[in-house]
């Protein structure tokens, strides 16, 4: 992907991209809802989630609810990535779950992060894994 390219189409092809690993979540945890939160390096806040997962009334920024499963700052292509969980859902989980909802959202940020190629004068990722339950 050129480095050229508007924040608006890696946006949209991250989304055609991405909805694949929402779907992939839906299986391995079918009764979690999950959302992605791209923000763009100009401050444009963009979400992807599946149907489990409650979203913002027009106008809201972010989902109203969720717990941040692990989110990376100053990504190659986007200022932030965050992966959230329905909070509701995750009360009941194992920590084997847990343990491996948080390696499938790192996985994740690393994907959409290297999805774009970046400026190489961009400052390092800062990566926060916080599990479900921080």
Known sequence: MSSYATEEDTVFLAR???????????RRFPNTGFGIALQTQ??????????????PTEGARGFPSGRRVARLENGN???SIEILA?????KSVSPST?????GNALEI????????????????PDIAATGTGG
Request: proline fraction near 4%.
């Open 86 to 90: 329905d909070s509701e859902s995750l």
């Open 109 to 124: 940020i690393a994907r959409i992060d290297n999805f774009g190629e970046s400026v190489a004068a961009r400052p390092q």
């Open 77 to 79: 292509r986007f200022r």
């Open 98 to 102: 847990e343990a491996d909802i948080l």
């Open 42 to 55: 100009t401050g444009d806040e963009y979400l992807l989630a599946n149907a489990r997962m409650p979203l």
């Open 16 to 26: 055609e991209n991405f909805a694949g690993e929402l779907r992939t979540l839906n």
